[in-house]
C-alpha cells in the first residue's frame, strides 16, 4: 500500500496542470482569443512529439492513447452535427475504459507478439467506432442513452457517467495499492481531464484546452518516466547508482554514509531461487526507505544500498542505520515456492563512516565506509560497524 505522501506527492503534478488550464477555461474572457486560437495547434504539435518521443524511448502506450484523441478531434471537426454527436457518444463509452486497459497492460516491443495484439485490438476499436458512426443503429444507441441516475449530467450520459465512476474506482485503487504512482497518478488525472473536456464542450474553447491539458500532462509523464528509468532502480524503486553520483556531487562538506550488504544474500538465492531473492531486495529496499535523521536510501548493486546522510556525522548516522538493521533482523519473510514454504529472517550488514579531511572525494568516502562494511562481515554480521 502506498503511503499518503507518495500518493500526493504525485498526483500533484497533473492535477496542477488540470487546475491551471480550468483556471484559463473560467477566465478565459480575461485572455486574447489569438491565444484560444492556438490551442488546437499546440495540441497536435505536443501529440506529434509524444509519438515521436513514445516510439524513441518504446513507450508505445503513450501512441495508443494519443492516436484516438487525435482521430475524435478530426471527427469533431469533420463530421456532419448527427455524426459528430454519436462519436461524441461512444468515445465517452469506450475511451476511459480504452485508458483502463492501456493502463493496466505491460510495455512491449511495438512489433513483438503482444505489441502486435495491442495493434489488431486498438485497428478493431477504431473500425467498430467508424462503423457504428458510419451507420447508426438507432436501437444501440438508445440503449446506450438508458436513464440511470436521478439527476442528469448532460451532455454526459448516464451509462458514461456510470463508466467514468467505475473508471476511475479501478484507477484510484491502482494509485492506493500498485507501487507505480507515476502512471496511475497521470492516468487518474487524464481521465478526470477527459470527463471535464466533454461535459463542458459547449463552453467555449474548453474542449480544446481539456484536449492541450491531457497532452501536457502525458508529455511531463514522459520527462518524468525517462528521469525514472535513468536514476531508479526498476526492481526496488529505489534511486540507483546514478543518482547517488548525481547527489553526492551535490554534497557539502559534512556528510556520513553507510554502505550495507544482505547476509548470506548468494546462499539464499541458491537455496530459494532467485525471484525470492528479489522479493527479499524489495522487502529490505523498502524497511531502508523510512530511514530517519535525514537519510536517504540507494541501491548501489546486487544487494549492496548505500544510506547517505548530509549534514550528519558517523555518530547520528549509525543510530540511524542500527535501528533499520534491527527492524529488518525482527521482521518475518515468508517463503512460498516449489521448494519450500516458511518463515525466515534476513539480516543486513552496514559499515558507516563520516568524511574526513583525508577524503579526496565522495568516492573515497565510500571506499572507506566498505572497508568498514567487510569488518562488520568479518565480525559476524547482522551488525553496525563505524569507522
Known sequence: MNSLKSVLLNISIPFFIFLLFLFIAYYEAKIPEIIFDLVPYLFYGISVLILWVSWHFNRNRFI?????????????????????????????????????????????????????LKILFFLLEIGVVSYLVAYPNDSLIALFKIKLFAASFYPLQDL?????????????????????????????VITVTFYAGLYFIKTAHAYDLSMLAIGVIIFILLIRESYRL??????????????????????????????????????FNDTYGHDTGDEVLKMVASRLANVGGGGKVYRYGGEEFVLLFPSKDADESYTHTDIL???IAKSPFSIRNKKSSKTIYVN???????????????????????????????AGRNQVVKA
Open 64 to 116: 495508443f492513447i494519443v492516436v484516438p484523441l487525435l482521430l475524435v478531434n478530426a471527427g469533431f471537426e469533420y463530421l456532419s452535427a448527427k455524426k459528430a454527436t454519436d462519436l461524441f457518444l461512444y468515445v465517452s463509452l469506450l475511451y476511459p475504459l480504452h485508458l483502463l486497459i492501456f493502463l493496466s497492460l505491460r510495455e512491449r516491443g511495438l512489433f513483438s507478439i503482444w505489441g502486435i
Open 160 to 188: 458514461s457517467f456510470a463508466i467514468g465512476i467505475f473508471v476511475l474506482f479501478i484507477m484510484g485503487a491502482f494509485l492506493i495499492f500498485n507501487r507505480y504512482l507515476i502512471y496511475n497518478s497521470s492516468f487518474f
Open 230 to 267: 535513468a536514476f531508479y532502480d526498476e526492481l526496488t524503486s529505489l534511486p540507483g547508482r546514478r543518482a547517488l553520483v548525481e547527489d553526492m556531487a551535490k554534497l557539502g562538506i559534512k556528510y556520513s554514509l553507510a554502505m550495507i550488504d544482505i547476509d548470506h544474500f548468494k546462499k
Open 325 to 327: 538493521r534491527d527492524a
Open 348 to 378: 543486513i550488514s552496514s559499515g558507516v563512516v563520516q568524511k574526513s579531511s583525508k577524503d579526496r572525494d565522495p568516492f573515497a568516502v565510500m571506499k572507506r565506509a566498505d572497508n568498514a562494511l567487510y569488518k562488520a562481515k568479518k
